[in-house]
């Protein structure tokens, strides 16, 4: 299993930067693919980006490409997301989560870090 700590949301103007990161308890922290969701208030959860275990291959959305940046250390079981040029319709919980790298399913998640994002 692994415990996965988010920490660097908080409160930022349009145009301005945040850097999330994502702490992994454990030793394999390289056999997991990790990605970056967000959820707004009344709406669903959505993907932001997706990392592959060796950091190899990444993913984006649509609405965050060419702004956000997924990245991630495995010698410091961290994930990061650099996430620049920020928007209004930024502004929401940012969880990380985590899945065997040959399992299709996030088994587990964060706790979730707020981004708010004002214009």
């Known amino acids: 299993q692994v415990q996965l700590v988010e920490s660097g949301g908080g409160l930022v103007q349009a145009a301005g930067s945040l850097r999330l990161s994502c702490a992994a308890s454990?030793?394999?922290?390289?056999?997991?693919?990790m990605g970056w969701f967000r959820q707004a208030p009344g709406k669903e959860r959505e993907v932001v980006a997706r990392?592959?275990?060796?950091?190899?291959?990444?993913y984006y959305a649509d609405s965050v490409k060419g702004r956000f940046t997924i990245s991630r250390d495995n010698a410091k079981n961290t994930v990061y997301l650099q996430m620049n040029s920020l928007k209004p319709e930024d502004t929401a919980v940012y969880y990380c989560?985590?899945?065997?790298?040959?399992?299709?399913?996030?088994?587990?998640w964060g706790q979730g870090t707020q981004v708010t994002v004002s214009s």
């Open positions: 990392i592959s275990a060796n950091g190899a291959n990444t």
């Open positions: 989560a985590a899945r065997y790298s040959w399992l299709p399913n996030y088994d587990y």
């Open positions: 454990g030793r394999t922290f390289s056999s997991y693919a």
